[in-house]
């Protein structure tokens, strides 16, 4: 404790401690005019305050537009997303319109030669992967009734002949 007051930075914290409370007893009251020292004070620190108040609100408008840039990248992120879906999707309808655009001339021309020949569908299932031996396999056969060089048409004219048959399937050219 000896060494405690015989030390000078103790004296010189007890002395700043006793003045900051003596000026705050001397500033607390209500009062009209303000003492040298506070008008030095105040005109000091008026320029870090100034700033820091600044600063605060600046900050309280960066952080809202980091927030709002933030809430505006997710609502993008979700609007890509359904762009995508909503292609697929539209590529998927644009393929059963096609499908569709397809069957109806089939039934067309099936039923306009309805008199004259005994018409049956088939869907290609597989194309001569070169175009030296050019044919394609169709997915009517023996089962359907198909037989060897009987002729293949469709709504343009004709295509080939039936050169194979299995049960199954048969191949054209």
């Not at 007890?14 to 020292?37: G, K």
């Not at 393929?95 to 088939?122: C, G, H, P, V, W």
Request: net charge positive; aromatic share 10%.
């Amino acid at each position: 404790m000896l060494k405690l007051l015989k030390n000078k930075y103790f004296w010189l914290v007890l002395a700043i401690t006793v003045t900051t409370f003596f000026l705050i007893n001397l500033t607390a009251a209500r009062r009209d005019n303000i003492s040298f020292p506070e008008k030095m004070l105040r005109d000091t620190y008026t320029p870090l305050q100034s700033g820091l108040s600044s600063l605060r609100f600046n900050w309280a408008g960066l952080t809202a537009a980091f927030n709002d840039r933030q809430t505006q990248n997710r609502r993008l992120e979700r609007l890509r997303e359904e762009n995508q879906r909503l292609q697929i999707e539209n590529q998927m309808l644009k393929e059963y319109k096609a499908e569709a655009q397809r069957l109806e001339k089939i039934l067309q021309f099936k039923t306009a030669q309805n008199d004259k020949f005994q018409l049956m569908s088939a869907r290609v299932i597989a194309r001569s992967p070169n175009n030296w031996y050019n044919y394609i396999i169709i997915d009517c056969g023996l089962e359907d009734g198909l037989k060897k060089d009987m002729p293949v048409i469709s709504p343009q004219g004709l295509v080939g002949r039936v050169a194979t048959v299995s049960q199954n399937s048969a191949r054209y050219h």
